[in-house]
Antibody, heavy 127, light 106 residues
Framework: QVQLQESGSGLVKPSQTLSLSCSVSGGHIKIDTFYWSWVRQPAGKGLEWLGRVHISGKTDYNPSLKSRLTMSVDTSKNQVSLNLRSATAADTAVYYC???????????????????WGQGTSVTVAS | EIVLTQSPGTLSLSPGDSATLSCRAS???????LAWYQQKPGQAPRLLVYGASTRAIGISDRFGGSGSGTDFSLTISRLETEDFAVYHCQQYGTSPWTFGQGTRVE
């Protein structure tokens, strides 16, 4: 059974880069039918989708964060990573990684939501 | 981006009751790519329904999704104590994916 585990710096200073990793176990990240998404949730608030990355290197970022965001896949480590530059207090949240399965049927990509989630990692941006 | 509005904000019910949660989109959702997630305190969201009406693997048939276009709903029949949680809808038909603000079932 596939499991995801986020890790990274729990405390980031303002203006610095927030860096997180998501380790995938119980399955290989190379399978090209999966996208890997990042979602965050400030304390007591709703969920915000940050973006997603595919093994091919294709990315899809939320325009609200696109200028600060980089996501990548490291197949040698079976990990997905997120870097958010110029962090501010507004980036304080629990960050989740999630798997998005897909299939291609008659040339159409069919998607199935986010079926596996990590437990989340809390990040605070403060001096 | 597509804005999802969930109602009500809070639903106060008792075990054995049925719950109907609403999710309305600001524009039509492509392919009805609408998912529902359950989230309990301190836990990650859990996928319940995708494609508006298909239950995820291992999800009880007490959970049912319906709707199309801009209006969707999640029905939970015969509420059990473990169902009391926050429920989020999410659209993944048009980037950026967006979530509703959540409905708390208490």
């Amino acid at each position: 059974q596939v499991q995801l585990q986020e890790s990274g710096s729990g405390l980031v200073k303002p203006s610095q880069t927030l860096s997180l990793s998501c380790s995938v176990s119980g399955g290989h990240i190379k399978i090209d039918t999966f996208y890997w998404s990042w979602v965050r949730q400030p304390a007591g608030k709703g969920l915000e989708w940050l973006g997603r990355v595919h093994i091919s290197g294709k990315t899809d970022y939320n325009p609200s964060l696109k200028s600060r965001l980089t996501m990548s896949v490291d197949t040698s480590k079976n990990q997905v990573s997120l870097n958010l530059r110029s962090a501010t207090a507004a980036d304080t949240a629990v960050y989740y990684c999630a798997r998005e399965p897909s299939t291609t049927i008659y040339g159409v990509v069919v998607m199935y939501g986010m079926d596996v989630w990590g437990q989340g990692t809390s990040v605070t941006v403060a001096s | 981006e597509i804005v999802l509005t969930q109602s009500p904000g809070t639903l106060s019910l008792s075990p054995g009751d049925s719950a109907t949660l609403s999710c309305r989109a600001s524009q039509s959702i492509t392919y009805n790519y609408l998912a529902w997630y359950q989230q309990k305190p301190g836990q990650a969201p859990r996928l319940l329904v995708y494609g508006a009406s298909t239950r995820a693997i291992g999800i009880s048939d007490r959970f049912g999704g319906s709707g199309s276009g801009t209006d969707f709903s999640l029905t939970i029949s015969r509420l059990e104590t473990e169902d009391f949680a926050v429920y989020h809808c999410q659209q993944y038909g048009t980037s950026p994916w967006t979530f509703g603000q959540g409905t708390r079932v208490e």
